[in-house]
């Protein structure tokens, strides 16, 4: 199984469950923190379990901070527009009011499931406005639905995910090489798209991404991770080889006439 598969099985595990044995845990101590909330207590213990702190994210009981500091290093923060939720993101909301940042958020849950309309979560700290009678519990949102404030992916394969999920306002040696692809497939004829002229992942080159997606009939988030930059690599290397068949071939008939 997974990391994302045991993550899921274990979140539904609790279901029903209060926040006694998660604050316990949290804050190492015999005697519960009454009155505290802890839905990201929760989701700290949850990743605890696959030995997953300091590795897919930090442990915390601040909701937004678990992507504030963990974005960038153990995973990354999409906003809900950039991206396709799917099962193992941890899904951010906000109730109202004002926010330090992108990332200050008042409630947190794991996505377990996402079809084409909704987003099903596991969430602790729910169900009652007094979070000693709250308890863990099965919910569901829109995929439209405003109180969605973003999403924090973690690193699962975390090679593979951070020097190939490029998005935009990135900035990275990676990003320039993307766009150096992307370049050679606008001069071979693969897509039509330029990419910008700015030293990071810049409107046009969220274009192109999205030409590229559509033409291979990938997923058009915008975001360039593992199958984008692949399809991208092939289509480049089955150019250049017909490239240079048709100059063999144009040598050869050159050379016939010559001979002839």
Same mark, same amino acid.
């Given at each position: 199984?997974?990391?994302?598969?045991?993550?899921?099985?274990?979140?539904?595990?609790?279901?029903?469950?209060?926040?006694?044995?998660?604050?316990?845990?949290?804050?190492?101590?015999?005697?519960?923190?009454?009155?505290? %909330?802890?839905?990201?207590?929760?989701?700290?213990? =949850?990743?605890?379990?696959?030995?997953?702190?300091?590795?897919?994210?930090?442990?915390?009981?601040?909701?937004?901070?678990?992507?504030? =500091?963990?974005?960038?290093?153990?995973?990354?923060?999409?906003?809900?527009?950039?991206?396709?939720?799917?099962?193992?993101?941890?899904?951010?909301?906000?109730?109202?009011?004002?926010?330090?940042?992108?990332?200050?958020?008042?409630?947190?849950?794991?996505?377990?499931?996402?079809?084409?309309?909704?987003?099903?979560?596991?969430?602790?700290?729910?169900?009652?406005?007094?979070?000693?009678?709250?308890?863990?519990?099965?919910?569901?949102?829109?995929?439209?639905?405003?109180?969605?404030?973003?999403?924090?992916?973690?690193?699962?394969?975390?090679?593979?995910?951070?020097?190939? %999920?490029?998005? %935009?306002?990135?900035?990275?040696?990676?990003?320039?090489?993307?766009?150096?692809?992307?370049?050679?497939?606008?001069?071979?004829?693969?897509?039509?798209?330029?990419?910008?002229?700015?030293?990071?992942?810049?409107?046009?080159?969220?274009?192109?991404?999205?030409?590229?997606?559509?033409?291979?009939?990938?997923?058009?988030?915008?975001?360039?991770?593992? %199958?984008?930059?692949?399809?991208?690599?092939?289509?480049?290397?089955?150019?250049?080889?017909?490239?240079?068949?048709?100059?063999?071939?144009?040598?050869?008939?050159?050379?016939?006439?010559?001979?002839?």
């Amino acid at each position: 199984m997974s990391v994302i598969d045991d993550l899921t099985r274990i979140a539904k595990s609790q279901i029903g469950n209060n926040g006694s044995k998660y604050r316990k845990w949290f804050y190492n101590r015999t005697s519960d923190y009454y009155g505290v %909330n802890w839905c990201a207590v929760f989701i700290s213990w =949850l990743f605890n379990q696959v030995n997953g702190l300091d590795k897919y994210m930090i442990k915390t009981d601040g909701a937004g901070t678990v992507a504030r =500091l963990s974005d960038g290093k153990y995973g990354k923060w999409y906003e809900p527009n950039e991206i396709t939720p799917k099962e193992g993101d941890i899904v951010m909301f906000r109730w109202g009011g004002s926010y330090t940042d992108k990332y200050h958020s008042d409630h947190l849950g794991y996505v377990y499931y996402a079809d084409s309309s909704y987003i099903y979560t596991v969430e602790g700290n729910t169900g009652s406005n007094s979070a000693d009678y709250s308890t863990v519990m099965y919910k569901q949102y829109s995929k439209t639905n405003g109180v969605i404030n973003g999403y924090y992916r973690p690193y699962y394969n975390h090679k593979e995910e951070k020097e190939m %999920n490029f998005k %935009n306002g990135d900035k990275s040696d990676g990003v320039l090489a993307y766009k150096s692809l992307l370049q050679q497939a606008q001069k071979l004829g693969i897509i039509k798209s330029k990419v910008d002229s700015t030293n990071g992942f810049g409107g046009g080159t969220y274009k192109a991404t999205l030409e590229v997606q559509k033409k291979f009939k990938l997923e058009q988030d915008g975001i360039a991770g593992k %199958n984008t930059i692949t399809a991208l690599r092939n289509a480049i290397n089955k150019e250049l080889d017909n490239v240079k068949k048709a100059v063999v071939n144009a040598t050869i008939d050159m050379l016939k006439k010559e001979i002839s």
